[in-house]
């Protein structure tokens, strides 16, 4: 057994005042590391509500996660957000990044969240920048790069702990054609180097990164 991930009949429910939705219904995966996964489906099945999941942001109403053969939800959000922070990293299609820091800046902070000695993670988020071709663009704020660059920067900082695994919540959601191949070149690389990623999205042409695709569909997840 190699899995880096096991979902086991993962539910999520909400209750609000007149209604209940019903997001997931039961959903099973299993990701051997390694693995680049793609789940497919339209805007609101609950694709993000499964990675969401995944990654220990939001806890489900049933099932369970194992990550590293670790129950993530046995764990209180103390030590949730530690397992988080140094197994997980996050790609989201609003990069998130913090506008006053500079680009290395915003790669480092994990890393320092982390308790890691300084010195070390800024030269491993330089590395990174070099990595993804923009370590002339190190000290440059958030406003000053293009939507593509603010999402290699986005994938740089997922990486400064070196996580398990990678999620990518539709993080070519907002680029146009060039920046988004350039961004698939980059994700395609860290596959190369044997990097576990999950990636959601409504786009069909991203199905072509990979053999292991899902179709979230009615709250369940299918094999493509």
Same mark, same amino acid.
């Given at each position: 057994?190699?899995?880096?991930l096991e ?5 999520k ?22 693995? $680049? !996964?793609?789940? +497919? ?6 694709k *993000?509500? =499964?990675? &969401? @999941? ?10 369970n996660?194992?990550?590293?053969n670790?129950?993530?939800f ?10 988080r922070?140094?197994k997980i990293? $996050? !790609?989201?299609? +609003?990069?998130h990044?913090?506008?006053?820091f *500079?680009? =290395?800046? &915003? @790669?480092a902070?994990?890393g ?7 010195k070390?993670v800024?030269?491993?988020a330089?590395c990174?920048?070099?990595e ?12 000053q ?34 920046n988004t ?12 180097e ?20 899902y ?8 094999a493509?």
């Amino acid at each position: 057994m190699n899995n880096i991930l096991e979902l086991s009949n993962v539910t999520k429910t909400y209750y609000l005042k007149n209604e209940t939705i019903e997001v997931l219904k039961g959903v099973d995966l299993k990701v051997k590391k390694g693995s $680049f !996964v793609v789940i +497919f489906g339209p805007s609101g099945c609950g694709k *993000s509500t =499964l990675l &969401n @999941i995944i990654g220990s942001l939001d806890r489900p109403t049933s099932g369970n996660v194992l990550l590293d053969n670790i129950d993530l939800f046995s764990y209180g959000d103390s030590k949730l957000s530690e397992i988080r922070n140094r197994k997980i990293g $996050f !790609v989201f299609q +609003f990069h998130h990044l913090l506008a006053e820091f *500079s680009c =290395l800046e &915003n @790669i480092a902070l994990p890393g320092l969240v982390n308790g890691a000695f300084p010195k070390t993670v800024y030269k491993k988020a330089m590395c990174l920048l070099e990595e993804f071709g923009m370590a002339d663009k190190k000290n440059r704020l958030p406003e000053q790069l293009s939507g593509g660059e603010k999402q290699r920067v986005a994938i740089a900082r997922a990486m400064i702990n070196d996580p398990l695994i990678i999620l990518a919540d539709e993080p070519a959601g907002n680029l146009d054609e060039e920046n988004t191949n350039i961004l698939l070149d980059v994700f395609v690389g860290l596959k190369e180097e044997g990097k576990t990623i999950i990636l959601v999205t409504h786009s069909l042409d991203i199905e072509e990164l990979s053999s292991n695709v899902y179709n979230l569909k009615e709250g369940r997840l299918y094999a493509m």
